[in-house]
């Protein structure tokens, strides 16, 4: 290991059962992060892994009649051996807290903190949640249930160790107004401002009647408590008392993610144990928000977990990736469905995506012989040049502020860029115009260099579609360094072959395909074969389709491509969302008719109702509304 390193933790999770999308969500936001900071040429320090003791895993263990060890094992491995793997997480190291190595250096720090007076020997009175595997003081329950969860907490009167949190309290204020940035998002450092405002009990860390735990150095009736132990994983995997050089490149970590719920553990004991410890704390630590299924987090002990595993199964690794990148706000709650995914998926990269890749492709074939281009400086071609460029320094930015969310939408704006590019420009225009040869040129080239541009900037984020992108480009698939993402690397006068689409077109399977009605673009998606298979008159039928009579249009605010239709089917109005806008002005719509698929499912689309698809053409990037070609009254049938 070099200099210094990049070091970023996951928390590390309970084995009380297999894990869910939500660990997933973490730990796949810690791997874009290190692939990034990789691809930077830093040295990184990725680490995740598992919380083996305390009470919860040992009354698990005992309902199933085997013992912890067997327990944990058996979960442990499907997770390190098969979930990890399955969603391509690239940790550099697996910390159990099993470990012998690990037990060592909990035992280590805990007699020092013994020896300085910062542990002392007690009484416990109090309550205790179970399911998080924390101590409540009176003060801070009601009902006899957890402030934080609200589930029931149990009574526990023991003889107890104490670590002097209270000793503490005056630094750690002064270390969160000293540095904002240490607990993120800002709103949950105002949180814990106040919490430690109000005083901090010392904190009691044994157990006594629990055995399924490090023990007590010299007190064999207690057992250290599981989140003493296990915040110290981020000291022991980083080599801390048994691998002093590799310990003074990694310390402090850079970043360290976690679920809100447990923020409080990281921005209060944490600090203070390392502040007892004489060592530098960490430059951040990260609350993310939760994935909810409705109002409801989505846990192991609420029964609606979403195995990753079946998802990636179901729909491939860079979907499921994707969508728990790009879908909610990096710190805020997000709600997870399965139609979610599938329309991400569609909309983003078969749609935008595949299709830039599609067309661009299926026009250097058309219009260049399949030969890539040159550009060619004197001619004048600075628009996607400039978004690149911007869209590049945005990622970055996005990335060292942990804005994920934000960093993955930059590289769309350059998807979306491209494609509104080639409408702009036309290039089939281009093509027939007499002297437009080296124009049309530069906007190929411009189009395929954004293509590699984007595979470069997408490659902290998804596993194989940026290898699929740079093969069809003709590059080799790996992206080295980040700096591949600068403009102007792609190599002139090699033959692309015919690409094979992107993305298949997903349906939310097991259920009703709702999800492509809320496909907003009219063209249709790259994976749609030339020649559909045969279908039957009675097939045909179940379409129910009709003229109808566009009454109002309006661009929906915020979006490049939507518009709203108010539509009339003579004896009925309703309202469609349609992928348009980048074709027709939205007011040249109204009057005209159109044809619209009547018993489509609604679905919303930007929080929009849309109850119905209009039909429109669309080939080499240009795009036509179906009508009828005679007058007819709205509401006809079209069969
Ligand atoms: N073992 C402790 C952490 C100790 S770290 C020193 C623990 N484990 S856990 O198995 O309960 O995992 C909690 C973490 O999983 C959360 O902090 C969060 O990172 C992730 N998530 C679990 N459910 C989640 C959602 N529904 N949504 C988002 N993340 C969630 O707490």
């Given at each position: 290991m070099g200099e210094r390193c990049w070091y970023v933790t996951t928390p590390i999770y309970y084995p009380s059962a297999d894990l869910h999308i939500g660990h997933a969500y973490t730990t796949v936001a810690a791997d874009a992060l290190s692939r990034y900071h990789r691809l930077r040429g830093q040295d990184v320090l990725f680490v995740t892994g598992t919380d083996e003791h305390g009470q919860k895993i040992e009354r698990s263990a005992a309902e199933r009649g085997v013992s912890a060890s067997l327990f944990v094992d058996g979960i442990v491995g499907r997770i390190r051996d098969e979930l990890w793997p399955t969603l391509g997480i690239s940790h550099d190291r697996f910390i159990r807290t099993t470990d012998p190595n690990h037990v060592r250096v909990v035992q280590a720090i805990f007699e020092r903190l013994k020896d300085q007076g910062d542990i002392y020997f007690g009484t416990y009175e109090g309550w205790y949640c179970l399911p998080d595997e924390s101590f409540w003081p009176d003060s801070k329950v009601r009902d006899a249930t957890c402030p934080e969860c609200g589930r029931p907490v149990e009574r526990v009167q023991q003889p107890s160790y104490f670590f002097r949190l209270s000793r503490y309290q005056d630094r750690l204020r002064q270390h969160l107004v000293d540095h904002?940035?240490?607990?993120?998002?800002s709103s949950r450092l105002n949180e814990m401002v106040n919490f430690v405002e109000q005083g901090l009990e010392d904190l009691s860390v044994s157990r006594a009647g629990v055995g399924w735990g490090i023990g007590v150095p010299g007190d064999p009736a207690h057992t250290i408590y599981v989140w003493f132990d296990a915040l110290i994983s981020y000291l022991t995997a980083a080599g801390y008392l048994t691998a002093p050089q590799e310990f003074q490149a990694a310390w402090p970590p850079d970043v360290q993610l976690m679920g809100k719920e447990i923020v409080r553990f990281h921005a209060v004991t944490w600090p203070i144990l390392l502040m007892a410890l004489d060592l530098p704390l960490p430059a951040r630590v990260f609350g993310h928000g939760w994935l909810l299924i409705g109002d409801t987090k989505i846990g192991k002990s609420l029964g609606n977990v979403i195995d990753p595993i079946q998802l990636v199964q179901k729909y491939g690794v860079d979907p499921v990736r994707y969508f728990l990148l790009r879908e909610v706000p990096f710190g805020a709650d997000g709600t997870y469905t399965e139609e979610a995914l599938v329309r991400r998926t569609n909309v983003?990269?078969?749609?935008?995506l595949g299709n830039l890749l599609h067309r661009t492709i299926a026009m250097v074939r058309r219009f260049n012989d399949g030969f890539v281009p040159p550009f060619r400086p004197g001619i004048a071609e600075p628009g996607l040049e400039r978004v690149a460029d911007e869209v590049r320094r945005d990622v970055a930015e996005c990335l060292e502020a942990v804005e994920l969310n934000r960093a993955v939408d930059a590289v769309g704006r350059l998807v979306r860029a491209a494609n509104k590019f080639i409408e702009d420009r036309q290039p089939w225009a281009l093509y027939r115009e007499p002297g437009a040869r080296e124009q049309l040129d530069n906007v190929l080239y411009s189009l395929l260099e954004s293509l590699r541009v984007v595979s470069v900037l997408l490659s902290p984020f998804l596993l194989e579609t940026p290898g699929r992108i740079r093969r069809q480009l003709g590059l080799r698939p790996e992206v080295a360094t980040w700096d591949e993402a600068k403009w102007g690397q792609l190599p002139v006068g090699h033959h692309l072959e015919e690409g094979t689409p992107l993305f298949p077109r997903l349906e939310a399977l097991g259920r009703q395909a709702t999800a492509s009605a809320a496909e907003p673009a009219a063209a249709p998606s790259p994976a749609a074969p030339a020649t559909p298979s045969t279908i039957t008159i009675e097939e045909f039928g179940r379409l129910d389709l009709r003229v109808a009579r566009v009454e109002a249009a309006e661009r929906v605010a915020g979006t490049d491509r939507l518009v709203k239709l108010t539509l009339s089917l003579g004896d009925s109005t309703r309202q469609v969302v349609s992928g348009i806008a980048q074709h027709y002005q939205a007011e040249s719509l109204v009057g005209r008719s159109v044809v619209v698929v009547a018993n489509l499912a609604p679905t919303k689309l930007r929080g929009i109702v849309s109850e119905g698809m209009v039909l429109a053409a669309s080939e080499g990037g240009q795009l036509a509304l179906v009508g009828p070609l005679d007058p007819i009254a709205p509401g006809a049938r079209v069969k």
């Amino acid at each position: 290991m070099g200099e210094r390193c990049w070091y970023v933790t996951t928390p590390i999770y309970y084995p009380s059962a297999d894990l869910h999308i939500g660990h997933a969500y973490t730990t796949v936001a810690a791997d874009a992060l290190s692939r990034y900071h990789r691809l930077r040429g830093q040295d990184v320090l990725f680490v995740t892994g598992t919380d083996e003791h305390g009470q919860k895993i040992e009354r698990s263990a005992a309902e199933r009649g085997v013992s912890a060890s067997l327990f944990v094992d058996g979960i442990v491995g499907r997770i390190r051996d098969e979930l990890w793997p399955t969603l391509g997480i690239s940790h550099d190291r697996f910390i159990r807290t099993t470990d012998p190595n690990h037990v060592r250096v909990v035992q280590a720090i805990f007699e020092r903190l013994k020896d300085q007076g910062d542990i002392y020997f007690g009484t416990y009175e109090g309550w205790y949640c179970l399911p998080d595997e924390s101590f409540w003081p009176d003060s801070k329950v009601r009902d006899a249930t957890c402030p934080e969860c609200g589930r029931p907490v149990e009574r526990v009167q023991q003889p107890s160790y104490f670590f002097r949190l209270s000793r503490y309290q005056d630094r750690l204020r002064q270390h969160l107004v000293d540095h904002p940035d240490f607990v993120q998002p800002s709103s949950r450092l105002n949180e814990m401002v106040n919490f430690v405002e109000q005083g901090l009990e010392d904190l009691s860390v044994s157990r006594a009647g629990v055995g399924w735990g490090i023990g007590v150095p010299g007190d064999p009736a207690h057992t250290i408590y599981v989140w003493f132990d296990a915040l110290i994983s981020y000291l022991t995997a980083a080599g801390y008392l048994t691998a002093p050089q590799e310990f003074q490149a990694a310390w402090p970590p850079d970043v360290q993610l976690m679920g809100k719920e447990i923020v409080r553990f990281h921005a209060v004991t944490w600090p203070i144990l390392l502040m007892a410890l004489d060592l530098p704390l960490p430059a951040r630590v990260f609350g993310h928000g939760w994935l909810l299924i409705g109002d409801t987090k989505i846990g192991k002990s609420l029964g609606n977990v979403i195995d990753p595993i079946q998802l990636v199964q179901k729909y491939g690794v860079d979907p499921v990736r994707y969508f728990l990148l790009r879908e909610v706000p990096f710190g805020a709650d997000g709600t997870y469905t399965e139609e979610a995914l599938v329309r991400r998926t569609n909309v983003d990269l078969a749609n935008d995506l595949g299709n830039l890749l599609h067309r661009t492709i299926a026009m250097v074939r058309r219009f260049n012989d399949g030969f890539v281009p040159p550009f060619r400086p004197g001619i004048a071609e600075p628009g996607l040049e400039r978004v690149a460029d911007e869209v590049r320094r945005d990622v970055a930015e996005c990335l060292e502020a942990v804005e994920l969310n934000r960093a993955v939408d930059a590289v769309g704006r350059l998807v979306r860029a491209a494609n509104k590019f080639i409408e702009d420009r036309q290039p089939w225009a281009l093509y027939r115009e007499p002297g437009a040869r080296e124009q049309l040129d530069n906007v190929l080239y411009s189009l395929l260099e954004s293509l590699r541009v984007v595979s470069v900037l997408l490659s902290p984020f998804l596993l194989e579609t940026p290898g699929r992108i740079r093969r069809q480009l003709g590059l080799r698939p790996e992206v080295a360094t980040w700096d591949e993402a600068k403009w102007g690397q792609l190599p002139v006068g090699h033959h692309l072959e015919e690409g094979t689409p992107l993305f298949p077109r997903l349906e939310a399977l097991g259920r009703q395909a709702t999800a492509s009605a809320a496909e907003p673009a009219a063209a249709p998606s790259p994976a749609a074969p030339a020649t559909p298979s045969t279908i039957t008159i009675e097939e045909f039928g179940r379409l129910d389709l009709r003229v109808a009579r566009v009454e109002a249009a309006e661009r929906v605010a915020g979006t490049d491509r939507l518009v709203k239709l108010t539509l009339s089917l003579g004896d009925s109005t309703r309202q469609v969302v349609s992928g348009i806008a980048q074709h027709y002005q939205a007011e040249s719509l109204v009057g005209r008719s159109v044809v619209v698929v009547a018993n489509l499912a609604p679905t919303k689309l930007r929080g929009i109702v849309s109850e119905g698809m209009v039909l429109a053409a669309s080939e080499g990037g240009q795009l036509a509304l179906v009508g009828p070609l005679d007058p007819i009254a709205p509401g006809a049938r079209v069969k």
